[in-house]
């Protein structure tokens, strides 16, 4: 029987998406709209407002007055400290509702909730994490050069007005690593959901007011990156742009930032590497892992998916045949029912360039293990790709290089430790990368020798608080930890001489 995910909107209490400016919901000035198609069955599910240049003006007016005036920034650190920790209760209680309105976003099946990086309780964890970083904002006494006649320290300000430009696949922990730390450090928002997923994001909005977090402090247009993007992180009152999303937009961002020099943080895309050695703790595991990382849940659209695995020929045959067996393992379908695993991808503009990587895999002579088509039947009508490993890949085919954002494995063989490492390095991308060995030594010279923001051994994990970012044209900066709070501040010098003669 086809799909059809209709009835569900009712069920999760899915409403059309608005604008949040001051405290307001409201549609967009032109009445325009944006209407969003269900990735799995092609159904519209709903309709957001398309923010032009003027209601995002409204939007960047309204937190430049929120911060100016002092509402969140001035009040008492408790208070804030309070807030935040309510706001991360609210999300925990509201996160069965969360996840019912991120399948009718994205497809994200209800089955990958427990999946701690792209969980609610996860962005949860991150409020948390930011609100214990309030009372500590501090600065430093330094001692002066020119004798101890004056005072010299330092203040961490809050930068102002953050735009926050987030993507469709992690709504959750991607929405709190920015607004958590920003609202930590004393900032107000003008946040940009993925046209994408909009509706679960407007909701985790609205609880803001809940938590006691003033009007004006958060404000959300809505709609795609052209033209609401483009408005809000070109506008002259954005003191900071935030973005997760593609590096295409993150270039297109810091050239635009150059007008009134805005301060920029990007988290963008990646071709992480997995190396598994012969005296890997578990072959199979280290397999069934990785192909993990490219189907279950996401369906390999995520940015740290391991989507090269290098593989020691001694275990090469055992790898592949593991990887096989998880591929046989994921199932689609209808992403509120318990037995499906994975999702369809976003968007037919994704559903092609992932079908033309495939095509350029075998043209260019790498071996289709599995996989390599869609999905036909029941659900044609939806943008699945069957999970596809392709063994004996070069690292120069574009399946190797290219971010493919889907649910491909490209396998690659070596033989010693040195070319595995030159491998692993021979991308333009540093976002992540694993390795699996018991050999505790080479573990930590790999670690070290690894060009990427987070490297899991035996294994990877996202947290609120560790640091999370890339390495070259995987971004800059990082999200998560004490440097991200810091990336929401400004250091501020203040001198002050003890003596009535001037310095
Ligand atoms: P995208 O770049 O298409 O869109 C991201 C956001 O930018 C959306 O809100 C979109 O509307 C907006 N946007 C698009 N064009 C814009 C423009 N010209 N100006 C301003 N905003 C614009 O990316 P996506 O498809 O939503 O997400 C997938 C990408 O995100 C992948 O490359 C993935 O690797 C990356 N990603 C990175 C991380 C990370 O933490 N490093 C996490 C998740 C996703």
């Known amino acids: ?21 001051d405290g307001k919901w409201r549609g967009a000035t032109s009445g325009e709209t944006w209407t969003h198609l269900h990735p799995a069955t092609g159904e519209a599910i709903g309709d957001i407002a398309v923010a032009g240049p003027s209601d995002v003006d409204e939007a960047v007016q309204a937190a430049r007055r929120a911060f100016d005036d002092g509402r969140w920034s001035n009040t008492r650190a408790g208070v804030r400290v309070k807030a935040l920790h309510r ?11 969360l996840r019912g309105l991120q399948a009718l ?12 990086a792209t969980s609610v309780g996860a962005a949860a964890d991150a409020f948390d994490h930011h609100a214990g970083w309030i009372d500590k904002l501090g600065g430093q006494t330094l001692t002066p050069y020119q004798g101890g006649d004056h005072l010299a320290m330092t203040f961490r300000e809050p930068i102002g007005v953050v735009a926050a430009i987030l993507p469709w696949n992690g709504p959750f922990l991607l929405y709190a690593q920015k607004l958590a730390p920003a609202l930590a450090a004393g900032c ?26 003033p009007d004006g402090v958060v404000n959300v247009v809505t709609g795609p990156g052209d033209p609401t993007g483009e408005a809000l992180m070109t506008h002259p009152l954005v003191d900071k742009v ?37 005296d890997a703790p578990d072959i199979g595991l280290a397999a069934m892992t990785t192909m993990g990382t490219v189907t279950m849940g996401l369906s390999g659209q995520a940015c740290v998916a391991h989507t090269r695995a290098l593989v020691h020929r001694d275990v090469y045959d055992q790898f592949l045949g593991a990887a096989e067996m998880m591929a046989g393992a994921i199932t689609y379908g209808d992403p509120f029912e318990a037995s499906t695993l994975a999702s369809p991808l976003i968007n037919t503009k994704q559903l092609d360039h992932v079908m033309g990587l495939i095509a350029r895999g075998k043209e260019q002579g790498a071996r289709v293990v599995c996989g390599g088509e869609r999905v036909e039947g029941d659900l044609a009508a939806g943008n699945f790709v069957r999970p596809t490993i392709f063994a004996d890949v070069d690292n120069t085919m574009d399946i190797a290089r290219q971010e493919v954002f889907g649910p491909v494995l490209a396998v690659i063989p070596f033989e010693h430790e ?23 030594r080479r573990a930590f010279r790999l670690a070290r ?48 001489p003890l003596t009535e003669e001037l310095m």
Not at 200 to 207: G, K, N, T
């Open 105 to 116: 976003d994205n497809g994200v099946p209800l089955s990958f909730g427990p999946v701690y």
């Open 1 to 21: 029987m086809t799909l059809s995910l209709l009835a569900r909107r009712d069920e999760v209490g899915l409403t059309d998406g608005m604008l949040l400016i």
């Open 188 to 213: 107000t928002v003008v946040l940009k959901p993925s046209e994408y997923a909009t509706f679960c994001v407007l909701r985790m909005v609205e609880l803001l007011a809940e938590a006691g977090i």
């Open 87 to 97: 706001y991360g209760d609210l999300l925990r209680d509201h996160a069965d509702e």
């Open 449 to 496: 020798r690894l060009r990427a923001g987070t490297v899991g051994i035996n294994g990877f994990q996202v947290e609120p608080h560790l640091p999370f970012g890339g390495f070259k044209q995987s971004g800059l900066g990082r999200e998560g930890g004490q440097s991200a709070f810091e990336a929401y501040t400004e250091l501020k010098t203040v001198l002050m």
């Open 418 to 440: 040195d070319e595995a490492v030159a491998i692993a390095n021979d991308t333009e991308y540093g976002l992540g990368a694993g390795l699996y060995t018991a050999d505790a």
């Open 242 to 278: 935030s973005f997760t999303g593609s590096r295409g937009v993150g270039k297109r961002i810091v050239a635009a930032s150059a007008d009134t020099l805005k301060r920029v943080s990007l988290e963008l895309g990646g071709k992480s590497p997995t190396l598994v050695f012969p």
